[in-house]
């Protein structure tokens, strides 16, 4: 709680996806904590840590034999169990505004995404890499570099497997959120009309290249790994998903865009000095 660029990303969580499994903090709450027994803990991992839900993904100088031996003498035991249902989800939106004695203010703001398995997804990374992916992104260069509004601005996105949202974070002094908001805002508008030749070459490239340099550490293959095995039942090769990053199209960049622009009313969470409850996008 004492770090608010954390907390503000919690409360766009929990404002985006309100009173849902998705909406709420990894961390608990301290009541709910505090009010925890041995018998709720014993419980739930009697019916959720079951064979039936695990995904075990190694990666790394290792025999598969050696492994599946290892995971046999430890985990053998464990019962089979009936495999859990995930709640569902959906974006909703909605803001929440918390207000602090803080240098800067920080801000961020969502859209309705898409989940991993929608069509458009591939073309949502490639619009989030060229309006806010890197230095070179266009709210980088005009926010921060040639106009100063702003100590850090960046886009992002979160998919899951049935919704997901486009993502926004700026941290900047309080003086200047009313004239970096309109900046952003004109920044997708342009972008809604079409993304330049170069930078959606560049931004193709930087996806491709991430891709392939997640595949030199081990964690993160690990994680990628067990990731797809529970989101899409399969390990998918990294030559198909550079090939769905190269299938992107232009067209398919603006039409994320501009239906991003379309939104009237985007998810807000703001953590800093000032009254912010009028501030929209």
């Given at each position: 709680m004492d770090t608010p660029d954390d907390v503000v990303f919690d409360n766009l969580q929990a404002a985006a996806y309100a009173n849902?499994?998705?909406?709420?903090?990894?961390?608990?709450e301290a009541d709910n904590i505090k009010a925890f027994r041995q018998e709720d803990l014993l419980e739930y991992l009697a019916d959720k840590y079951v064979a039936s839900n695990i995904v075990i993904s190694a990666v790394g100088n290792l025999k598969h034999s050696d492994l599946v031996t290892m995971i046999e003498d430890k985990l053998g035991e464990l019962l089979t169990g009936t495999p859990a249902k995930m709640d569902t989800a959906a974006y909703v939106g909605g803001r929440k505004i918390e207000s602090r004695e803080l240098e800067q203010v920080h801000i961020t703001a969502a859209w309705p995404g898409f989940s991993f398995h929608d069509d458009n997804y591939y073309a949502m990374q490639v619009y989030s890499t060229i309006l806010g992916g890197g230095m070179s992104s266009?709210?980088?260069?005009?926010?921060?570099?040639?106009?100063?509004?702003?100590?850090?601005?960046?886009s992002f996105t979160s998919s899951h497997a049935e919704t997901g949202m486009f993502g926004l974070y700026a941290g900047t002094s309080p003086d200047m959120v009313a004239e970096m908001v309109p900046v952003i805002s004109a920044e997708m508008a342009a972008l809604a009309k079409g993304p330049e030749a170069i930078e959606y070459k560049v931004a193709i490239a930087q996806l491709k290249a991430s891709l392939m340099m997640a595949l030199e550490a081990t964690t993160s293959r690990m994680e990628q790994l067990g990731r797809q095995m529970l989101v899409f039942d399969r390990v998918i090769p990294v030559e198909e998903m550079i090939a769905n990053v190269g299938a992107v199209e232009l067209c398919?960049?603006?039409r994320v865009a501009e239906q991003l622009c379309n939104v009237k009313d985007p998810t807000i969470a703001i953590v800093g000095p000032g009254d912010y409850q009028k501030l929209t996008f």
């Open positions: 849902q499994s998705l909406g709420r903090s990894i961390l608990g266009r709210l980088f260069q005009e926010v921060r570099e040639h106009r100063g509004l702003a100590y850090s601005v960046y398919h960049v603006q």
